[in-house]
């Protein structure tokens, strides 16, 4: 089964955004981005789009499938 990953905490990293900081800017507690980073989440579409908004780049730049057929 494809396994989902993300980049939130690289481009949390580059624009120096804690937890609470992105959680807030997107209306999530600060527990849903540390379940999102650890990859034990998966996001709402719009919370991916939200997330990726913040950042200024695409769900796809965030968020990509390990393990998938397609690799």
């Known amino acids: 089964m494809p396994e989902l990953k993300t980049r939130i905490r690289e481009f949390r ?3 120096g955004m804690t937890q609470g900081e992105l ?3 997107v209306d999530v507690r600060r527990e849903t981005i540390i379940r999102l ?3 034990l989440y998966n996001p709402s579409l719009k ?3 939200d997330i ?3 950042f200024g780049t695409t769900v796809e730049m ?3 499938f390990s393990g998938d057929s397609a690799e």
């Open 47 to 49: 919370l991916a789009m």
């Open 37 to 39: 980073e650890k990859g």
């Open 13 to 15: 990293a580059k624009t």
């Open 52 to 54: 990726a908004a913040v």
């Open 62 to 64: 965030l968020f990509s």
């Open 23 to 25: 959680a807030d800017r």
